[in-house]
């Protein structure tokens, strides 16, 4: 999970988290078109994988913009990856959720295979279940971090915001 809680996590957690519900992840991002119309105008929030379902959540001042899919329900993932821009696509037997980001690729990817893991019944869900991470998986992953920042594509805040949720993992 993502060590910097903006104004979405805090409303999600307060007022949209079920009781013994656990967040697994969240990723900062947005729903619908950049230049979209009626339902599919974007829609800034937060994505959120629980142990028991996956959420879009937006706080915004004239409302809120809440969708939520139950793991159980999910029928496909489908994600993409192209130039710093990510989609992760989830689909059922009757709605999708199209949630897009400019998280980094490592964490991205690790909560689409959290994701899937969890879909899968591969692992219990809940927050104490994560499988543990050595110290040299972060080390390694803040080098890459740090490589990704000197090289211009991660800015020093972004880059020190990844490094805070890494080390907390510790």
């Not at 979209?36 to 937060?46: E, I």
């Not at 969708?67 to 009757?94: D, N, Q």
């Not at 991205?108 to 499988?131: I, K, N, T, W």
Request: glycine letters at 8%; hydrophobic letters at 40%; aromatic letters at 8%.
């Amino acid at each position: 999970m993502k060590s910097k809680e903006n104004k979405h996590v805090i409303a999600f957690r307060t007022t949209k988290l079920k009781p013994g519900e656990n967040i697994e992840f969240h990723l900062e991002g947005w729903i619908g078109d950049m230049m979209g119309k009626g339902k599919d105008v974007q829609r800034n929030g937060q994505f959120f994988l629980t142990d028991q379902r996956v959420c879009f959540y937006r706080k915004g001042m004239l409302g809120e913009v809440f969708e939520t899919i139950p793991l159980a329900k999910i029928t496909s993932v489908e994600c993409l990856s192209r130039m710093g821009y990510r989609l992760m696509r989830l689909h059922t037997s009757h709605d999708e959720l199209a949630f897009k980001t400019f998280e980094a690729k490592e964490f991205f990817d690790q909560v689409y295979d959290r994701l899937e893991a969890m879909r899968h019944g591969e692992v219990q869900s809940g927050a104490a279940s994560a499988p543990p991470i050595a110290t040299n998986d972060i080390t390694d992953q803040l080098r890459k971090l740090a490589e990704l920042r000197d090289v211009g594509i991660l800015t020093e805040e972004e880059f020190s915001a990844k490094k805070a949720e890494l080390l907390a993992r510790l």
